[in-house]
T-cell receptor, first 112, second 115 residues
Framework: NAGVTQTPKFQVLKTGQSMTLQCAQD?????MYWYRQDPGMGLRLIYY???????DKGEVPNGYNVSRLNKREFSLRLESAAPSQTSVYFC???????????FGPGTRLTVL | GENVEQHPSTLSVQEGDSAVIKCTYS??????FPWYKQELGKRPQLIID?????GEKKDQRIAVTLNKTAKHFSLHITETQPEDSAVYFC??????????????FGQGTTLQVKP
């Protein structure tokens, strides 16, 4: 039981490049989330998916897109990376009707 | 929109002393308030939580209190130890997000426990 996994762990991009951050969970959770963490700003929700086939915007969705590929996987795509997207990205999941969110190990992204 | 304010941003205490972190929330109908601990380079992990129908909850050296009237809740750590050093995040779940589990996080408090 790996919990929530994320790939890659580290990534460096040039401005304008695109990439997809991958997230998977093996806990059969319905809800999945993408956050970004910046110093002094806590964890800010980018997008979330309450169930397979649905996605909704969070607090800071601009510049990102998501795909809930199936119940296990929830990916985050940066179409044209900008230096302001330099951050640590966390994926999380939770079980329907329960409150605890379980986080992945994070992806440290630098955009030059 | 919903907002959670957390104070202080940094807190330094001597080993054995108590530490208190406070959060206020804007949505009076929020019904769930978790606290997460994030050690350096690690992922956030839930350490304690409280629901809106409870005023206080304890788990060994940590406790959380909730004042719904004032819309604030606090984390109390007693007999602090060096391994308590970490970043602590509070969060609130707006009532309209109950079926999605969506949380609004505070800005985080860096706690340093000096030996």
């Amino acid at each position: 039981n790996a919990g929530v996994t994320q790939t890659p762990k580290f990534q460096v991009l040039k401005t304008g490049q695109s990439m997809t951050l991958q997230c998977a969970q093996d806990m059969n959770h319905n809800s999945m989330y993408w956050y970004r963490q910046d110093p002094g700003m806590g964890l800010r929700l980018i997008y979330y998916s309450a169930s397979e086939g649905t996605t909704d915007k969070g607090e800071v969705p601009n510049g990102y897109n998501v795909s809930r590929l199936n119940k296990r996987e929830f990916s985050l795509r940066l179409e044209s990376a900008a230096p302001s997207q330099t951050s640590v990205y966390f994926c999380a999941s939770s079980e329907e009707g329960r409150n605890t969110q379980y986080f992945g190990p994070g992806t440290r992204l630098t955009v030059l | 929109g919903e907002n959670v304010e957390q104070h202080p941003s940094t807190l330094s205490v001597q080993e054995g002393d108590s530490a208190v972190i406070k959060c206020t929330y804007s949505d009076s109908a929020s019904n769930y308030f978790p606290w997460y601990k994030q050690e350096l380079g690690k992922r956030p992990q839930l350490i304690i939580d409280i629901r809106s129908n409870v005023g206080e909850k304890k788990d060994q050296r940590i406790a959380v209190t909730l004042n719904k009237t004032a819309k604030h809740f606090s984390l109390h750590i007693t007999e602090t130890q060096p391994e308590d050093s970490a970043v602590y995040f509070c969060a609130a779940r707006p009532t309209l997000s109950s079926n999605t589990g969506k949380l609004i996080f505070g800005q985080g408090t860096t706690l340093q426990v000096k030996p």
